[in-house]
């Protein structure tokens, strides 16, 4: 896993020194990343109401 982590590191700190030398491109990116970070929170919560749906289906009695 540790691999992954100095990886994905290293090209994050990659894209930000590169984001510093040209601070007109950094909208886009931005707005990618708010975009991920939205997903995967809808993602989670989408995951929750799952759970709790299937816990509830589950406690059903017939």
Known sequence: MQ???VALWTTVKA???LLRRQPDAGYST????VT???V????VIIAIIIAK???KANG???
């Open 15 to 17: 894209r930000w020194d």
């Open 53 to 55: 749906v299937t816990a």
């Open 36 to 38: 991920a970070l939205l």
């Open 60 to 62: 059903i009695q017939l």
């Open 40 to 43: 995967a929170a809808a993602l």
């Open 3 to 5: 691999p992954y982590l």
């Open 30 to 33: 931005e707005t990618v990343l």
